[in-house]
């Protein structure tokens, strides 16, 4: 009703200036609900918004309106505020009307027609298949995963998206590492040290013990065949710049050895380790209820053929140059602070060239809209992939970044290391089993994605009205109390003298349930998640004071029934916008 009352207040005031000024009557007018409630139920800023083009004070031209301004049985009052706002007070009624739609609709409620069942593509977590994801990825899981859900409810055609980094640098560290853990099975006590820049974890070590099982010997190779012509590792204790340049030669040279002594055996163990990295990183994102349609690989683009047609058209259209040998992207031309390699001197094509062709990709198979989901660190690879999508010839407008603060973790006041290299990290399964599913998706989106998050584990476990996802599981439960104790048919609900509602409580709540489509609308329109949870928060704080202060289940059966629909209407509405976030409404706490 909400949405109608909009349209309805917008063709009253496009009826007020065609009397007014016809020669404006097809300017955009724009019905907003003001901050405070003092100010009305809806606002409209028409007047000076054309004070200038019509050379009046809008004050004056907001008057001109008012008086032209048709009757309507929704409106009770509309003034003149401020420097010309005009301010409607709409009828109770109309605000009420919202509960039956609530009602009628269901777990459609609030669903929009804005994306138009055009195709949407949404990447996201995209991590490294190198080990267990961590608390960091999580953040960028719970948005994504939210934003598809908020995407699809918006009306779009969404297709959710993980782009499997398994051509580059990192995977083969990740296969040497278990290599060498491997050997080490065979020979605890041999000679090979383990390069302190190589993957750790204990799951390298499980890796290991799996390929020693199935395949025994197979890919035993003697310690002084594994370190031919391999530099010495520098001191332990040196951080300089030289000696971390000395540990990756030294980490490079045992890849090389690794691929020339395994030959053919190199991709077995490179595939059983990708293998199982996907799997568990497949079952986490699952078990906290985020899927993917589509786990699209890297090293596709080069079995295609994709990246050399694409580096070879950026070249066709004179945006490459070669220098030093190498072949440079000229991205300063799209902004960027310099240009880039796309293939090295050696001939090898850079990720940033994979990373162009898997973008045109995308153009290719059809999405009008591209969303990527990157951590706040590649902000200023923004400028170069749209570059790089405008000079293929592409609008690059279709492609929007949402950029993802890492979340923080805190444990009893202590930040928790996170990297994956070193093996000391904090797992997102850990995160679930201490804190829940429900906790860990709703607290990853309670701040806009671009901003600093600390993840809170003591507020996350508290049962208290501090925690907001206790909050507002608390209000749908009471919802659901309410309803097993009025032990009516809930079909009957949509047809209750809602007229009986006239508390300032039961309006608020009323008008709150109006804003829920706007607020998909927007949280849609602008990719963010986290307006679906502020306005969760309001709500179930809405909710809670109307208990606190109301008797629902009162002897006059008819204000019974209307407070009874009114609940149930904010136990659906709640429920449709946890939905959204991925979040379980129990009906008991």
Known sequence: MSHDLKSHLAELMRAALRSVAPSEADSPIHIERPKQASHGDFSCNLAMQLARSLKRNPRQLAQLLLAELPMSPFVNDAEIAGAGFINFHVSPAAKLEVVRDVLEQARSFGCSTTGG?????????????????????????????????????????????????????????????????????????????????????????????????????????????????????????????EATQQREAHLDALIANAKQLLDSDWEYVHDHVLTEQLADCRNDLEDCGVHFDVWFSERSLFATGLVVRCVEQLAKAGYLYLQDGARWFRSTAFGDEKDRVVQRENGQYTYFASDIAYHLNKYERGFQRIVNVWGADHHGYISRVKGAISALGLDAERLDVALVQFAVLYRSGHKAQMSTRSGDFVTLRTLREEVGNDACRFFYVLRKSDQHLDFDLDLAKSQSNDNPVYYIQYAHARVCSVLTLWAGDPETLATANLARLESPHELTLAARLGEFAETVEAAADELAPHLIAFYLKDLAAEFHSYYNAERMLVDDLELRDARVALAAAVGQVIRNGMAILGVSCPESM
């Open 117 to 241: 069942k055009r195709k949407v593509v949404v990447e996201f977590v995209s991590a490294n298949p190198t080990g267990p994801l961590h608390v960091g990825h999580g953040r960028g899981a719970a948005y994504g995963g939210s934003l598809c859900k908020l995407l699809a409810f918006a009306g779009w055609d969404v297709t959710s998206e993980y782009y499997v980094n398994d051509a580059g640098r990192q995977m083969d560290i990740l296969t040497v590492s278990t290599w060498l853990r491997y050997l080490e099975l065979a020979d605890p006590d041999g000679q090979l040290p383990f390069p302190n820049n190589a993957y750790k974890g204990v799951y390298v070590r499980d890796m290991a013990r799996q390929l020693r099982a199935t395949h025994a010997d197979r890919y035993l190779r003697s310690p002084a065949s594994v370190l031919a012509g391999v530099p010495d590792l520098p001191d332990p204790e040196r951080t300089d710049a």
